[in-house]
């Protein structure tokens, strides 16, 4: 881990050859990551420079490419309603020239594939030499890791607000807000397949054979379907486009998704994983158990007040708009 790394350095540092013997290797690794990373930056930099004069002499924020026209098939196919289908775009073309969004997603994504990483790395020590090997429980471990992570850092992007003075356009174009919810759903699923099927391609390199994969890819997806549905369950506004109320804070919820939920969460997969590999049978139960447990929410969604009401609290800027009805 990178951490012991800069750990041997340190002791390197303050007691020389006097330091233990794990410090002279990690301090090697520790130089050569260090030597990777000044690299990187040195080259990166100036491209990155002169990226952002031309985006600031052009006033361009984009990148300037068009959608793939496999996409925008694949997207029309797979959201029917015009509003949806609107929203749905205005989410990725948001995502994408948005540099805030792209600098909060890596920060919240790399932690995410950290804690993959470490989980799916082995350390041993054999004749005096660290080897790295690969956990059978940690990476089953990787699926249900990062599908909760890829799922709740877009949750917790798209209640960034972005522009709220523009966000009166949604309410005069007459898009639903369950429309608005439904492509932030469509938006996380979309990501969290592509993110799958990354997933899949990796531990076929490392060998998994496709019955494993076929159960990855099973419970992948019955995962990304129940958390896509829990995390935007109460999804009641356009993304970025709902103003953070101060003093609302939930910190403790937070921690406790985190530091209770997400490892309970990620133990009981990989049960399932191991389960369902040794006996091909409770496959059955598990897709029955995720479509019952999909079905209520969307039951307990739909009986829910409707989320079109929530556009009356916008009253006062149609008059200030001169939007109001006559």
């Not at 881990?1 to 794990?22: I, K, Q, S």
């Not at 598990?286 to 999909?294: E, L, P, Y």
């Amino acid at each position: 881990m990178p951490t012991v790394w800069f750990l041997g350095m340190y002791e390197r540092v303050l007691y020389g050859n006097r330091a233990l013997p794990f410090a002279a290797e990690m301090a090697r690794r520790g130089l050569i990551a260090t030597a990777v990373a000044g690299v990187v930056a040195v080259v990166t930099y100036p491209l990155a420079w002169a990226r952002m004069r031309r985006m600031a002499i052009e006033g361009s924020t984009g990148n300037g490419l068009r959608p793939w026209r496999v996409s925008q098939w694949l997207v029309q196919r797979m959201v029917r309603r015009p509003g949806e289908r609107a929203v749905f775009s205005f989410i990725g073309q948001t995502m994408t020239r948005n540099s805030k969004y792209h600098v909060y997603l890596a920060m919240y994504y790399g932690i995410g594939v950290a804690l993959a990483v470490a989980c799916s790395l082995s350390f041993t020590l054999r004749g005096g030499q660290i080897h790295i090997g690969t956990s059978a429980d940690g990476l089953h471990a990787i699926t249900p890791l990062i599908m909760f992570w890829v799922i709740a850092g877009l949750r917790a992007a798209f209640g960034l607000p972005v522009n709220l003075q523009a966000g009166w356009i949604f309410r005069v174009t007459g898009v639903k807000l369950s429309e608005c919810a439904a492509a932030a759903r469509s938006w996380a699923m979309m990501c969290a397949m592509v993110v799958l099927s990354l997933i899949l391609i990796v531990l076929r390199l490392l060998g998994w054979d496709a019955w494993h994969l076929l159960v990855q890819a099973g419970t992948g997806f019955c995962v990304a379907l129940l958390l896509t549905n829990a995390f935007f369950f109460s999804q009641e506004a356009v993304p970025f486009n709902k103003p953070r109320m101060p003093g609302n804070s939930k910190w403790g919820l937070v921690m406790a998704l985190y530091l209770i939920v997400l490892p309970q969460f990620v133990f009981r997969m990989i049960d399932v994983e191991h389960g369902v590999e040794h006996k091909w049978t409770r496959a059955v139960g598990w897709c029955v158990s995720t479509a019952v447990m999909w079905g209520l929410m969307v039951w307990r969604r739909r009986k829910s007040p409707p989320l079109d009401d929530d556009w009356a609290e916008y009253s006062g800027e149609y008059l200030l708009l001169g939007l109001g009805p006559r």
